[in-house]
């Protein structure tokens, strides 16, 4: 029987065997059961080896290269990037070799290469540290890097690229009046916690006081700035972090998603922070109703979220950005037919594609007559003048508040009706 620390090890291996090899993303692994059979200490480790692992992919190929004649099959080879971020990251070597040596031992196709991977580690040993800071911060995959370029320049990118590689701390929203454990609190209103440890163990969370939500996803709410009783429709609604905003301002919230399994964090959500919304499982193209306020958080890339999931230039090739942009176009549509004459909303994405923001809603002011951007709902404590887009928009990036540990990227903007 293997010890628990090698055992946390070989299901980071079967992580990222998922994630490099069939193109995963560690939460569809995560909630389709891949830990569930590990005690929560060893799972927590073997999901944090798997995210240091994707973080310096780059940085342990460089490493792993010059002893290595030719690539070793997948899963051989990511026991040894997990082996090589180890050993960078300072453990000792015997634990991590040990280790490796008999999780591939153990594997029926690849045991005989056991031998191979403790002279690899062992090579690797011996300055992995020090060589390992000597690289390059890892880059984004061309497909990716080349779009963002693009759209932010060479030197935005490479300062993105450094907050992906440093990831992200523990940003929470407060229930008002509620107290928060203590940590930074930001110009927005956020509180940041730095080397968090486990969420459930905080004071306050049983309570329900707060909720994790990065500090940029906590902006578009802030901009639609929900009055109490007013009924507000939250479009794409689990987990629901944008939901508790909302019904936490007092206001009559529906929020609506199309999963049933997502929206069951919302009801959990809801729940333990003692809020209420009307829960609607169903296809936001098709719901009807005439609401004063309408947030649309639509479907994305993502791509603004890659400090927390490493696992997704990595296990994406961008083939699906297309039809998520007209998927948006679309929500965007429906959703405008939703909102009282007078009424806002804001629409927003976590992605760092401007095809994915800005672009959407310079479209939709050119094809709706009765929509204009609300720049005065941009006046909200902590937002920075050089974050406003030319449209009257918010563009967010990773590389912003560098000091204070970096921000999801985001756009939002909130749009009013005319007529
Ligand atoms: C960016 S996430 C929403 C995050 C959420 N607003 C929050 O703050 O926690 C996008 C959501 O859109 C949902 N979704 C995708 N297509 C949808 C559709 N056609 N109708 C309703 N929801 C949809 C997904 O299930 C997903 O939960």
Same mark, same amino acid.
Request: charged share 25%; aromatic share 2%; glycine share 18%.
């Given at each position: 029987m293997a010890d628990n620390a090698t055992q946390a090890r070989q299901s980071a291996i079967y992580l990222l065997d998922q994630v490099l090899?069939?193109? /995963?993303?560690l939460s569809e692994c995560l909630s389709a059961g $891949? #830990?569930? /059979? #590990? *005690?929560p200490d060893d799972r927590a480790r073997a999901q944090r080896l798997a995210l240091e692992t994707l973080r310096g992919l780059e940085r342990a190929d460089r490493l792993l290269k010059p002893h290595l004649q030719k690539a070793p099959p997948l899963t051989v080879r990511n026991a040894l990037r997990l082996g090589t971020v180890e050993l960078s990251h300072g453990e000792a070597a015997h634990g991590v070799v040990h280790s490796m040596v008999e999780i591939v031992g153990r594997s029926?196709?690849?045991? /005989?290469l056991k031998g191979l991977v403790n002279a690899v580690l062992r090579k690797v040993s011996a300055d992995a540290p020090a060589a390992w800071a000597r690289l390059r911060v890892p880059r984004l995959p061309r497909w990716l890097r080349d779009p963002l370029v693009e759209a932010w320049g060479g030197k935005a990118i490479a300062a993105i690229e450094a907050a992906h590689f440093a990831g992200a701390p523990l940003d929470l929203t407060l229930k008002p009046g509620a107290a928060a454990p203590a940590g930074e609190v930001l110009p927005t209103g956020s509180v940041r916690l730095r &080397? $968090?440890?486990?969420? @459930? $163990?905080? *004071? +306050?969370y049983a309570a329900g006081d707060w909720w994790v939500q990065d500090v940029a996803a906590a902006l578009p709410v802030r901009l639609l700035n929900p009055q109490p009783g007013e009924k507000v #429709?939250? #479009?794409?609604?689990?987990?629901?972090g944008k939901t508790l905003q909302l019904a936490a301002a007092g206001a009559h919230v529906t929020a609506l998603d199309i999963s049933e399994a997502r929206m069951a964090r919302v009801r959990e959500n809801l729940a333990r922070t003692g809020l209420s919304a009307d829960i609607v499982v169903g296809d936001a193209l098709e719901h009807q109703g005439l609401y004063d306020a309408v947030l649309l958080d639509a479907p994305c @890339?993502? !791509?603004? !979220?890659i400090r927390r999931h490493p696992d997704l230039p990595l296990a994406?090739?961008? @083939?699906?950005f297309g039809a998520l942009i007209e998927m948006q176009a679309r929500m965007i549509a429906h959703a405008w037919t939703l909102v009282k004459p007078g009424g806002r909303m804001v629409f927003c994405t976590c992605s760092l594609l401007p095809d994915e923001g800005e672009v959407q809603v310079d479209e939709a002011l050119e094809i709706y007559p009765d929509m204009e951007v609300d720049?005065?709902?941009? &006046?909200?404590? +902590?937002?920075? *003048?050089?974050?406003? !887009?030319?449209?009257?928009g918010l563009r967010l990036r990773p590389d912003f508040w560098p000091d204070q540990g970096g921000m999801d990227g985001f756009y939002m903007a909130c749009l009013r009706k005319t007529g």
């Open positions: 090899g069939e193109g /995963r993303l $891949a #830990l569930d /059979r #590990l *005690p029926r196709r690849h045991g /005989r &080397d $968090a440890g486990q969420v @459930s $163990a905080l *004071p +306050g #429709l939250d #479009l794409c609604a689990a987990p629901g @890339s993502a !791509t603004g !979220t994406k090739d961008g @083939s699906e720049r005065a709902a941009l &006046d909200v404590p +902590g937002i920075e *003048p050089g974050w406003i !887009t030319e449209e009257g």
